[in-house]
């Protein structure tokens, strides 16, 4: 009998986790154009409290069969109060633009995020980021602006600063699950967000509250299981993979917001769309290689 190949099986590890890493995209890039379309019969902070309390139920559920309830309770309250309004103020700009703004474009300006997040690591962390990433981060913010064509001629909007918005939320939220993560489990961190969106959301939704429409049910329902199902995935895809082989893989949720796009509202992007996500993903992917460098160096 021939003795395992470690080789083979982490080869096989990673591959799953690559797998897990895409399946969470494509349910993610469901979720949204889910939310895209209840834009058009909803406010955005109504619609965030429902993307919150849409996936509790099913998170609840995972939860309670991998980890129990107790972890829920043993966490840093102060830093998920943090997240809770960082949570809000990531999605709910995110819904606004998505009422004007095709899944794709939202997407491409919206990934300035892992940039933004190893800009804020050195004032928030601490952290040391060398000439060449900075550039990459640099080179990365004009790629958006190629996006946003700040001229007038483009999505230099309220539309486009709301992600931008959304994507500096996400960016510090990001930070303080660094921190989080050294006390407080996955699960723990994941319920708490949602439930301080699906409360927090509400309570603020509550003055220009809409009644949801019995036909949109079936919708808030789908919302609800891409989104527990795409975090369950996404937290596989962590768990199995290093994130710097696996964190490239959310560029993919481009090419999902272009099949989105044309197969429900029939729009493409344009050129110059295309030429700033270019630059951002190059930059965003090579900042990931430095950070992969910089890791090796460390601890070779």
Do not use: C
């Amino acid at each position: 009998m021939n003795p395992p190949n470690p080789h083979a099986a982490a080869g096989a590890h990673r591959w799953r986790a690559a797998l897990f890493m895409l399946a969470a995209v494509g349910l993610f890039a469901l979720m949204d154009a889910g939310l895209k379309l209840l834009t058009a019969h909803y406010p955005p902070m109504q619609i965030s409290a429902i993307r919150g309390g849409a996936s509790l139920p099913f998170v609840l559920v995972w939860v309670l069969s991998t980890v129990g309830a107790r972890s829920l309770f043993r966490v840093r309250w102060p830093l998920h109060l943090l997240r809770a309004v960082l949570g809000i103020m990531m999605m709910a700009p995110f819904i606004y633009a998505l009422r004007t703004l095709p899944l794709s474009t939202a997407y491409t300006i919206f990934f300035i995020a892992p940039l933004l997040i190893t800009a804020l690591s050195v004032p928030i962390l601490g952290e040391r980021v060398g000439p060449r990433r900075w550039t990459a981060i640099v080179v990365g913010f004009l790629g958006v602006m190629v996006v946003l064509r700040p001229t007038g001629e483009g999505v230099a909007s309220l539309a486009g600063l709301a992600v931008l918005l959304a994507a500096f939320g996400y960016a510090v939220s990001a930070i303080t699950v660094r921190v989080l993560a050294r006390t407080d489990s996955s699960q723990a961190i994941v319920v708490w967000l949602l439930v301080s969106m699906a409360v927090g959301a509400g309570l603020l939704a509550l003055p220009h509250w809409v009644p949801i429409r019995a036909e949109d049910l079936w919708l808030i329902a789908g919302v609800g299981v891409a989104g527990a199902l795409g975090q369950y995935t996404i937290t596989e895809a962590f768990r199995r993979g290093e994130a710097s082989l696996i964190a490239p893989l959310e560029y993919s949720a481009l090419l999902w917001g272009v099949l989105l796009d044309f197969s429900l509202w029939n729009v493409l992007p344009d050129a110059m769309t295309w030429v700033g996500a270019a630059i951002i993903v190059l930059s965003g992917l090579y900042l990931l290689r430095r950070e992969r460098i910089h890791l090796e160096a460390e601890h070779p």
